[in-house]
């Protein structure tokens, strides 16, 4: 797995003569908002980076809010991802075996609103005052945040404002306004070490951003309208910046292993395991520790299955895969990390359970899709 995504990681050299022109739209959100997205940038002046003590920690998020369908006068096409990155994207997934032509990431579009009848919201602005809950997304290790766009703008439409959070020199590339790219300092092969580090960079970025953007703690923790999720390592940086953090009312991984002192720890808040096939609680024994200590204090958690998926059908590959038809150039070993549901699916699913799982967490509803089995999503297993 390491290896995989550090090969993805490195940069290489990829001649092809034919460049994509047109525009690859992903699906829209479906849900009953539209969504607006817009790009900012934070500056951490208390704290050196700690992957590069040069400078301090800057990061880049990617803000998904939802709007009412009265409010969004027009819906385009937004590119998927700034060009410095797409050209990165191109050499490093041709890298991988995949043959891309240059231009292949450029031409990727979300379908999101770009006409909303109401003012940006600040980068700064006090989002406790924000009529809907905010979730804060981490991403998978040396993955950037833009690889979990549609999922991100799926769960938006259901009613909450989603940061994506790009981890500097932990994801492949980061892209700064003025064109910079700050590549990956992870190490090439993937120590325990390293780990543990960057998810400690994650948990500092996480409560950094809450503290930002959240001036007024006690207000927006009384409110509870804050939880984060995760996918791989971020899924455990979720877990640990709830336990060292009380304003995070809930939590979602997604298919990552527990890191640090929350396995043994559990949380007192409402969490949710979901894992890849064959990633449950019988055979990863920090999510069954995790497990286990919650369910003795009686707090709620509930662990789920997504049938035929693997440990990248959590990201957006899935349905990148599908808009460009590129199911079948995949090389063997990269297509099963991706997994054989189909991608319009997967951010379907995706977003159904991870808002119901916060419409109960966070906007007191009853627990819905989180009740037990679905006929509507029979793909989704309930794990005792
Ligand atoms: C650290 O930051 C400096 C200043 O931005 C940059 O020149 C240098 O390449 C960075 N080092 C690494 C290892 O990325
Ligand atoms: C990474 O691990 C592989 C396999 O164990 C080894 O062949 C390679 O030399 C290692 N690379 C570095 C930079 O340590
Ligand atoms: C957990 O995954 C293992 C490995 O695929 C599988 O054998 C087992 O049945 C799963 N456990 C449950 C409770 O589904």
């Given at each position: 797995m390491s290896r995989l995504l550090i090969s993805i990681i490195s940069i290489g050299s990829l001649f092809c003569p034919t460049l994509i022109n047109a525009s690859v739209l992903l699906p829209p959100p479906t849900g009953p908002f539209s969504v607006s997205l817009d790009t900012f940038e934070l500056i951490?002046?208390?704290?050196?980076?700690?992957?590069?003590?040069t400078h301090t920690r800057r990061l880049i998020l990617s803000r998904f809010d939802p709007l009412s369908?009265?409010?969004?006068?027009r819906t385009c096409p937004i590119p998927y991802m700034p060009p410095g990155t797409a050209t990165f994207q191109d050499a490093a997934y041709g890298d991988l075996g995949i043959p891309i032509p240059p231009g292949t990431f450029g031409s990727l579009h979300l379908q999101l609103c770009c006409d909303a009848k109401k003012p940006k919201p600040h980068p700064h602005a006090d989002w406790s005052r924000s009529s809907h809950p905010v979730l804060l997304f981490s991403p998978g290790?040396?993955?950037?945040?833009?690889?979990?766009s549609a999922t991100a703008s799926q769960v938006a439409s259901q009613g909450y404002t989603v940061l994506t959070i790009d981890h500097t020199y932990d994801a492949d590339v980061v892209e700064f306004p003025d064109g910079t790219l700050v590549t990956s300092a992870l190490p090439v092969n993937i120590t325990e070490e390293a780990v543990q580090k960057a998810a400690a960079v994650r948990v500092a970025d996480v409560l950094f951003i809450l503290d930002t953007l959240s001036p007024h703690r006690s207000h927006a923790a009384k409110k509870g309208k804050v939880g984060v999720f995760g996918h791989s390592l971020g899924g455990a940086a979720a877990a640990a910046a709830m336990h060292v953090d009380k304003r995070i009312r809930a939590g979602v991984n997604l298919d990552g292993q527990m890191v640090g002192d929350v396995a043994t720890a559990g949380l007192e808040r409402p969490f949710l395991l979901w894992g890849a096939g064959g990633h449950n609680s019988s055979t990863d024994a920090t999510w069954a520790s995790f497990k286990g200590v919650m369910e003795r204090r009686g707090e709620w958690v509930k662990e789920l299955e997504l049938v035929?998926?693997?440990?990248?059908?959590?990201?957006?590959l899935p349905v990148l895969r599908d808009v460009f038809g590129f199911a079948d150039l995949l090389p063997p070993q990269f297509g099963a990390l991706i997994g054989s549901l189909k991608g319009e699916r997967v951010v379907q699913i995706l977003g159904a359970y991870v808002a119901a799982f916060f419409d109960f967490?966070?906007?007191?509803?009853?627990?819905?899709?989180?009740a037990g089995p679905s006929g509507a999503y029979p793909e989704v297993l309930f794990i005792d």
């Open positions: 951490d002046t208390s704290r050196p980076d700690p992957w590069n003590s369908p009265h409010q969004c006068r290790m040396g993955f950037s945040r833009l690889f979990y035929d998926s693997a440990h990248l059908t959590f990201t957006d967490a966070l906007k007191g509803k009853r627990e819905g899709l989180l």
